[in-house]
């Protein structure tokens, strides 16, 4: 059964930081691209960033560029997002998301490339 939980999300003031993580079991970890999305109320389903299977390769929203570093850890099958700088526009749920290693289409951060889902953490910033 394929296993996929985000945790580190919660409140922060403006100019925080948060480091989320995300445990993938079930699955070749090491053969899945990786992704952070993120959801508002109200609002679209968005890629915040994405980084391939063996990390060698990172994509970051314009967003975020600066601010956000994506990095994983094979061995203990973790997926992380450090988030420094944070404002209140980055206030979401954030998804943990694995795409299965077949081309680069991954790289474009579209939810429809990605196969398995966490049921997300929420991160809120407080002004």
């Known amino acids: 059964q394929v296993q996929v939980v985000e945790s580190g999300g919660g409140l922060v003031q403006a100019g925080g930081s948060l480091r989320l993580s995300c445990t993938a079991s079930?699955?070749?970890?090491?053969?899945?691209?990786m992704g952070w999305f993120r959801q508002a109320p109200g609002k679209e389903r968005e890629g915040v960033s994405c980084?391939?299977?063996?990390?060698?390769?990172?994509y970051y929203e314009d967003s975020v560029k600066g601010r956000f570093t994506i990095s994983r850890d094979n061995a203990r099958n973790t997926l992380y997002l450090q988030m420094n700088g944070l404002k209140p526009e980055d206030t979401a749920m954030y998804y943990c998301?694995?795409?299965?290693?077949?081309?680069?289409?991954?790289?474009?951060?579209?939810?429809?490339?990605?196969?398995?889902w966490g049921q997300g953490t929420q991160v809120t910033v407080s002004s």
């Open positions: 998301a694995a795409a299965l290693t077949g081309g680069s289409w991954w790289s474009l951060l579209l939810p429809a490339f990605y196969t398995y």
């Open positions: 079930g699955l070749p970890f090491g053969n899945y691209a």
């Open positions: 980084i391939s299977y063996s990390g060698g390769n990172e």
